[in-house]
């Protein structure tokens, strides 16, 4: 690995987390196509690389939501509960099968979308109420399927997670920590699931893990930074950022 690649790794995790924490995603859906494009790591390392990010990273931000007291609830555990058995569905996936990223890509726009356009657009028009929480096993539910696509694609469920939480009333004081513990977590769990596969089965599918520990370490600075600026934020503000932030990964996925 060059210095140049090693440098632009920890830089890319810092700024993806500096801007994306705040709104509780991990910042591996930005970091998936700097590592395919910039950095030229190969297919499928690139899944469990990104896992490596958001282990490393997660730490940094979660200090500082647990220090600011805003893991008040049944969130977190809600989300991990189908998160975690949902992450190893995804690793065994993304091996087994090696799932093209067409489709993926297709339903993810197709979903985040009209969600982030309508986050922005009730941002900036505020006035009308959210529409009631979603209950306890829809919760899960959606874990469960935000898990298994952070599995196979090694994104973090928090960009799927947060625009729909967000969408139903949900505020992001709470969804920003609790997004991010189901991250850092189920993250754990796909790596040390890639980590077995790799020792039973053939091709790159271990990590890379100079690279994912440098960008995890820019993004350990960059999470704790923006942890610290969220409740800084007013709750408008911070659903404006998730609304493009979501309306971005959709239009990448969609032209791409």
């Given at each position: 690995?060059?210095?140049?690649?090693?440098?632009?790794?920890?830089?890319?995790?810092?700024?993806?987390?500096?801007?994306?924490?705040?709104?509780?995603?991990?910042?591996?859906?930005?970091?998936?196509?700097?590592?395919?494009?910039?950095?030229?790591?190969?297919?499928?390392?690139?899944?469990?690389?990104?896992?490596?990010?958001?282990?490393?990273?997660?730490?940094?931000?979660?200090?500082?939501?647990?220090?600011?007291?805003?893991?008040?609830?049944?969130?977190?555990?809600?989300?991990?509960?189908?998160?975690?058995?949902?992450?190893?569905?995804?690793?065994?996936?993304?091996?087994?099968l090696v799932p093209g990223p067409g489709a993926f890509r297709i339903v993810a726009g197709a979903v985040l979308l009209?969600?982030?356009?309508?986050?922005?657009?009730?941002?900036?028009?505020?006035?009308?109420?959210?529409?009631?929480?979603?209950?306890?096993?829809?919760?899960?539910?959606?874990?469960?399927?935000?898990?298994?696509?952070?599995?196979?694609?090694?994104?973090?469920?928090?960009?799927?997670?947060?625009?729909?939480?967000?969408?139903?009333?949900?505020?992001?004081?709470?969804?920003?920590?609790?997004?991010?513990?189901?991250?850092?977590?189920?993250?754990?769990?796909?790596?040390?699931?890639?980590?077995?596969?790799?020792?039973?089965?053939?091709?790159?599918?271990?990590?890379?893990?100079?690279?994912?520990?440098?960008?995890?370490?820019?993004?350990?600075?960059?999470?704790?930074?923006?942890?610290?600026?969220?409740?800084?934020?007013?709750?408008?503000?911070?659903?404006?950022?998730?609304?493009?932030?979501?309306t971005g990964i959709a239009v990448f996925y969609l032209t791409s």
């Open positions: 690995m060059t210095w140049q690649t090693a440098l632009g790794g920890f830089g890319a995790g810092l700024l993806i987390a500096l801007v994306t924490t705040p709104v509780g995603v991990s910042g591996a859906v930005f970091l998936l196509p700097v590592q395919l494009s910039v950095l030229h790591v190969p297919n499928p390392a690139v899944t469990p690389t990104n896992l490596l990010f958001n282990v490393v990273s997660g730490p940094g931000a979660l200090l500082r939501y647990g220090r600011n007291g805003q893991f008040a609830g049944p969130l977190a555990r809600l989300l991990l509960a189908g998160t975690l058995p949902g992450v190893v569905i995804g690793a065994c996936v993304r091996v087994f009209p969600l982030g356009l309508w986050l922005c657009v009730r941002a900036l028009r505020p006035g009308r109420p959210d529409r009631p929480p979603l209950r306890s096993r829809t919760i899960v539910g959606l874990g469960v399927a935000a898990g298994t696509v952070g599995g196979v694609y090694g994104i973090g469920g928090g960009s799927l997670l947060g625009p729909i939480l967000a969408g139903r009333g949900t505020p992001m004081s709470r969804i920003a920590p609790a997004a991010l513990a189901a991250t850092f977590v189920t993250s754990i769990a796909g790596a040390a699931t890639y980590g077995i596969l790799a020792v039973t089965t053939t091709g790159d599918i271990a990590p890379q893990w100079t690279l994912g520990l440098l960008s995890g370490v820019g993004g350990l600075i960059g999470g704790f930074l923006g942890a610290r600026l969220q409740p800084r934020l007013p709750e408008t503000a911070l659903r404006l950022l998730l609304g493009v932030l979501a």
